[in-house]
């Protein structure tokens, strides 16, 4: 008996090694010279299929959100259910011995929404209340963002991404994903700056125009994005074609509390109510570890507060559609838990989990929630063996829920079509510069469930997209298994 499991297992590993070989050669592919692959293919019992460099760090871009998504569901409950403590509330306090003062008080909902078609957790509700309460004077707006401690950005992101959707700044009070929206509208000749305008109508932000209409033909490529000043203002630049379509582009925002502050403001004399102009922010800064974080602020009498979506829905979103914001607000919604709201008590959390996993601490490093971060490290074992871990616990299958499926929706609705893991993949997509990543579940040939963990790194910069070669390769382990 003894050497026949010998013989099996020297079988096994004989077959492993010829697997990897064969993911190997499909990877390293000509015009992918010099880009570091890893990956990974494991079943259920944890028999490993694949390995190639399997133990090496990674730069795993958004599938860092794998790991905050886990932490979530790990330790917060019952996501189904709406929680009004993550509802954004309006204040009224006294301010003697002048009129009384509104406070916004975000409470970390990342999708609060204002927007003249909105249904559900609308700011406009908040500024409906005020307006039919007895008090049609007030002082200046104050915007309470102090739930979280005050910072905009995760070390490690890249400057020239803040002023993009991927990276808007992080916020307790965030309205519209803290993004707008321009339109760039192309002169009628050649030689003339293009027009700029807000597609909402919102204009909260000052816009530098620097974007010049030419005869060639443009697309949105040509356009760039960049911060102008640290408050409230911001530059686009580059070339649209005379005849062009207008093109639309999100624009985070500089001051996300101040920016809603202003959208409040605005609200509130579209129906009729007196206020001062100014806007004053109430925040909180990041303590020192052996200083105790101050509570934040409950004061003045609460005249509305919204109830926003159940957070399954908001977890959902933000993995189908790899929303970074969302995902850093969640971190910090972990941060709760048992620290004070901060990204570094949410990695707590997150850290505190993979020590359940069994992952070694050496594996891993994460400096964000989302995966903007370049400091963010993770192995492919280490990645495999958390979503490994994931199916034997009781959320398994709504974890599953969350993940984008080939072929069909979210960052994977245009791959793995036509293939034979069309809707059988179930996977979490990652993209930076010089990065590609793809970790989650998939259906093989045989009905076998795998989970596996794919990376792409440092791949040169005028190296095309690895994702063509990590896609082939899983259609290929799949059709194999």
């Given at each position: 008996m003894r050497l026949v499991l010998s013989a099996?297992?020297?079988?096994?590993?004989?077959?492993?090694?010829?697997?990897?070989?064969?993911?190997?050669?499909?990877?390293?592919?000509?015009?992918?010279?010099?880009?570091?692959?890893?990956l990974i293919v494991l079943t259920l019992d944890g028999r490993e299929l694949v390995s190639i460099n399997a133990d090496e760090r990674f730069l795993p871009a958004s599938n860092?959100?794998?790991?905050?998504?886990?932490?979530?569901?790990?330790?917060?409950?019952?996501?189904?259910?709406?929680?009004?403590?993550?509802?954004?509330?309006?204040?009224?306090?006294?301010?003697?011995?002048?009129?009384?003062?509104?406070?916004?008080?975000?409470?970390?909902?990342?999708?609060?929404?204002?927007?003249?078609?909105?249904?559900?957790?609308?700011?406009?509700?908040?500024?409906?209340a005020v307006a039919s309460s007895a008090i049609t004077s007030f002082g200046h707006v104050i915007v309470d963002s102090s739930l979280y401690p005050y910072e905009l950005w995760p070390p490690g992101w890249s400057h020239e991404d803040t002023a993009t959707r991927s990276g808007a700044?992080?916020?307790?009070?965030?309205?519209?994903?803290?993004?707008?929206?321009?339109?760039?509208?192309?002169?009628?000749?050649?030689?003339?700056?293009?027009?700029?305008?807000?597609?909402?109508?919102?204009?909260?932000?000052?816009?530098?125009?620097?974007?010049?209409?030419?005869?060639?033909?443009?697309?949105?490529?040509?356009?760039?994005?960049?911060?102008?000043?640290?408050?409230?203002?911001?530059?686009?630049?580059?070339?649209?074609?005379?005849?062009?379509?207008?093109?639309?582009?999100?624009?985070?925002?500089n001051e996300p509390a101040y920016a809603a502050g202003l959208r409040f403001s605005f609200l509130l004399a579209e129906r009729g109510v007196a206020q001062d102009a100014h806007i004053e922010h109430r925040h909180r800064v990041i303590q020192h570890p052996d200083i105790p974080a101050p509570k934040a602020p409950n004061s003045g009498i609460e005249i509305a507060r919204l109830v926003p979506p159940p957070?399954?829905?908001?977890?959902?979103?933000?993995?189908?559609?790899?929303?970074?914001?969302?995902?850093?607000?969640?971190?910090?919604?972990?941060?709760?838990?048992?620290?004070?709201?901060?990204?570094?008590?949410?990695?707590?959390?997150?850290?505190?989990?993979?020590?359940?996993?069994?992952?070694?601490?050496?594996?891993?490093?994460?400096?964000?929630?989302?995966?903007?971060?370049v400091y963010n490290r993770v192995t492919p074992r280490t990645t495999a063996d958390l979503l490994l871990w994931t199916t034997r616990q009781p959320w398994a299958e709504a974890f599953r829920n969350t993940l984008p499926i080939g072929g069909v929706d979210g960052t994977l609705r245009r791959r793995f079509t036509g293939t034979s893991l069309e809707g059988r993949i179930f996977a979490k997509t990652g993209t930076l510069r010089g990065t590609n990543a793809l970790s989650g579940f998939m259906l093989a040939k045989s009905g076998q469930l795998l989970v596996f963990s794919a990376y792409a790194n440092e791949r040169p910069s005028e190296t095309e997209s690895a994702i063509w070669a990590l896609d082939a390769t899983l259609v290929a382990i799949s059709e194999t298994n």
């Open positions: 099996l297992a020297a079988l096994l590993l004989t077959a492993c090694a010829s697997l990897s070989d064969r993911a190997r050669e499909r990877l390293e592919q000509p015009g992918l010279e010099g880009t570091r692959f890893g860092t959100k794998l790991f905050t998504a886990a932490a979530a569901f790990h330790r917060l409950g019952d996501m189904t259910q709406p929680d009004p403590r993550m509802g954004t509330s309006v204040r009224m306090v006294p301010d003697e011995p002048g009129l009384p003062n509104l406070i916004l008080v975000g409470a970390g909902d990342p999708t609060l929404i204002d927007a003249d078609d909105c249904m559900r957790n609308c700011l406009s509700d908040l500024a409906d700044p992080v916020s307790a009070l965030t309205v519209n994903s803290n993004e707008v929206r321009i339109a760039v509208t192309p002169a009628a000749k050649a030689g003339e700056r293009a027009t700029i305008t807000f597609v909402d109508g919102d204009g909260i932000l000052a816009i530098t125009n620097d974007v010049w209409t030419v005869e060639e033909e443009t697309s949105g490529d040509d356009l760039f994005l960049e911060r102008a000043s640290p408050f409230g203002s911001a530059r686009i630049y580059g070339k649209i074609g005379v005849g062009t379509a207008k093109i639309e582009r999100p624009l985070a925002v957070l399954i829905e908001n977890v959902t979103f933000l993995m189908k559609q790899s929303q970074n914001l969302h995902a850093e607000l969640l971190l910090r919604r972990l941060g709760l838990i048992e620290g004070d709201g901060s990204r570094q008590a949410g990695l707590k959390v997150v850290e505190a989990m993979l020590a359940e996993v069994g992952v070694p601490r050496w594996s891993w490093d994460l400096s964000d929630g989302s995966g903007m971060s």
